[in-house]
């Protein structure tokens, strides 16, 4: 009987084999977890395990801090963010000093604490090339805060983040995310009025005997607005806007709406937004609008601003100085309607400047900043770079909640006002005195594809 003979492969070609399988086992299920995440998730960390903070705060269960979130339906990614690992982030911006020239700003008495500047001078500050002419930007009456808390403002002098509640609108949300040298790098700095420092104390989360205040990471400035503007949303766009003057010696700043809570290290938000993209500031584009006419029209549909009068006023001025809608031609910048409620700024020349002319024109007609952003950005001759990033970063970099609904007794919180009913605009919205057409007519038109812009 024969013998049965077999042959068999050398190992090293089953170890060929074998090596190319699994390279390409792991190349697919690389490409397929990079597709998954590059779809759902807006942002990547190089070091994923950097070391965060524990939790910061915690809050009696009666203040409801984290109460009526705001749903978001976006659940895909089409631009996401890369961060740079946390350590060399927080070295760059530790040895980062900005070089350009400060601006020199107006001193003087006024009864407002931004002027009340008439159209003509307002535009006058729009030509800035001059580094020795002085801008006017507010504080032409004294920021009413404490010496102590003043002193802690001028010493923060690398990154800031601000916030502010008045007439008691939101809850204090401490921050997530935060590596363990962000706390000695970052200020974080929330300014509120009486009404809301007694909701604060309402709740024991502050001394009524104390005179410095602190809730977590938050520093809570008192700020006596009877000294300011009646209006507290009016009161908010002081630090909103001019962080730059309250906070000279910071390099950084990044303003948090106090309806929002940031998930993210201010650090890793700034390194990647601003100094990555060699940007002055950085804002998310609006999630619906892209014309500044919608943005105006939507605030008149929903009442966000009662006196519609004023409202058309304000847009027919911005129209008549040449306020133009937006097309391909104004790219990079793909819309000229942000959601403000996060904003990311490298205090230098640029971005100071436009805080303060955007300043100017908030006082001079309403608190509703998104109205002159495209024509100040547009406007200026001081060119100021903006990275307008996406809506969906937007929503993975911090939750937005809604506003209080009761005030801290537990009553139905009642909107600040002084009428309750609105003024209708006069009905000569496209025409003037029976003559077509209003100020706007030509920017309408070309919003609308009625006419090219010639």
């Known amino acids: 009987m024969g013998r049965l003979i077999t042959t068999t492969k050398p190992l090293i070609l089953y170890s060929k084999l074998l090596c190319f399988s699994l390279l390409y086992l792991f190349t697919t299920l690389f490409l397929a977890l990079y597709t998954t995440l590059s779809h759902s998730k807006c942002f990547f960390r190089s070091s994923p395990l950097d070391p965060l903070q524990n939790s910061l705060f915690s809050y009696p269960s009666s203040y409801g801090e984290h109460k009526y979130a705001v749903p978001t339906s976006r659940s895909t990614c089409t631009s996401p963010v890369f961060f740079s690992d946390y350590l060399d982030v927080v070295n760059e911006i530790k040895s980062f000093r900005e070089t350009n020239r400060p601006l020199r700003y107006v001193k003087g008495n006024a009864d407002t604490f931004g002027g009340n500047l008439s159209t003509l001078t307002r535009f006058s500050y729009f030509n800035?090339?001059?580094?020795?002419?002085?801008?006017?930007?507010?504080?032409?009456?004294?920021?009413?805060?404490?010496?102590?808390?003043?002193?802690?403002?001028?010493?923060?002098?690398?990154?800031?983040?601000?916030?502010?509640?008045?007439?008691?609108?939101?809850?204090?949300?401490?921050?997530?995310?935060?590596?363990?040298?962000?706390?000695?790098?970052?200020?974080?700095?929330?300014?509120?009025?009486?009404?809301?420092?007694?909701?604060?104390?309402?709740?024991?989360?502050?001394?009524?005997?104390?005179?410095?205040?602190?809730?977590?990471?938050?520093?809570?400035?008192?700020?006596?607005?009877?000294?300011?503007?009646?209006?507290?949303?009016?009161?908010?766009?002081?630090?909103?806007?001019?962080?730059?003057?309250?906070?000279?010696?910071?390099?950084?700043?990044?303003?948090?709406?106090?309806k929002m809570q940031l998930m993210v290290d201010p650090l890793l938000l700034i390194h990647s937004l601003v100094i990555s993209d060699d940007v002055d500031?950085?804002?998310?584009?609006?999630?619906?609008?892209?014309?500044?006419?919608?943005?105006?029209?939507?605030?008149?549909?929903?009442?966000?601003?009662?006196?519609?009068?004023?409202?058309?006023?304000?847009?027919?001025?911005?129209?008549?100085?040449?306020?133009?809608?937006?097309?391909?031609?104004?790219?990079?910048?793909?819309?000229?309607?942000?959601?403000?409620?996060?904003?990311?700024?490298?205090?230098?020349?640029?971005?100071?400047?436009?805080?303060?002319?955007?300043?100017?024109?908030?006082?001079?007609?309403?608190?509703?900043?998104?109205?002159?952003?495209?024509?100040?950005?547009?406007?200026?001759?001081?060119?100021?770079?903006?990275?307008?990033?996406?809506?969906?970063?937007?929503?993975?970099?911090?939750?937005?909640?809604?506003?209080?609904?009761k005030s801290s007794d537990g009553t139905t919180m009642k909107k600040v006002s002084s009428s309750g009913r609105t003024k209708r605009a006069h009905p000569d919205l496209l025409y003037v005195n029976g003559s077509c057409c209003s100020k706007c007519q030509k920017y309408l038109s070309i919003m609308w594809g009625e006419s090219s812009n010639d």
């Not at 507010?138 to 009413?144: E, R, S, T, V, Y």
């Not at 990154?159 to 609108?169: G, L, P, T, Y």
């Not at 503007?229 to 909103?240: F, L, R, S």
């Not at 002159?372 to 950005?377: D, E, G, I, S």
């Open 281 to 405: 500031m950085a804002i998310s584009k609006h999630p619906y609008y892209v014309h500044t006419m919608e943005e105006a029209m939507a605030t008149a549909r929903w009442k966000k601003l009662l006196d519609v009068n004023a409202l058309k006023m304000q847009m027919e001025t911005y129209c008549e100085n040449g306020l133009q809608p937006w097309t391909p031609e104004k790219q990079p910048y793909e819309s000229d309607v942000p959601d403000s409620a996060l904003i990311l700024r490298r205090h230098g020349l640029g971005s100071n400047l436009f805080s303060c002319l955007i300043f100017n024109e908030l006082e001079a007609f309403n608190p509703r900043d998104q109205l002159p952003f495209a024509f100040v950005r547009d406007k200026m001759k001081q060119k100021v770079k903006i990275n307008m990033f996406e809506v969906e970063v937007f929503e993975q970099v911090a939750v937005e909640y809604r506003h209080n609904l």
């Open 128 to 258: 800035h090339q001059n580094h020795n002419t002085e801008v006017l930007c507010g504080f032409l009456k004294k920021f009413p805060v404490s010496d102590s808390d003043r002193i802690a403002m001028e010493q923060c002098d690398s990154v800031v983040v601000v916030s502010a509640i008045f007439n008691d609108h939101d809850k204090i949300r401490q921050p997530k995310g935060l590596g363990f040298n962000t706390l000695h790098e970052v200020c974080f700095f929330m300014f509120v009025d009486d009404v809301t420092l007694k909701g604060l104390q309402h709740h024991g989360l502050i001394s009524i005997n104390s005179t410095e205040y602190k809730i977590g990471v938050w520093r809570i400035v008192k700020v006596a607005k009877e000294n300011l503007y009646q209006n507290p949303a009016m009161n908010g766009v002081i630090p909103k806007y001019l962080v730059h003057r309250l906070f000279p010696n910071s390099q950084f700043s990044i303003w948090v709406d106090a």
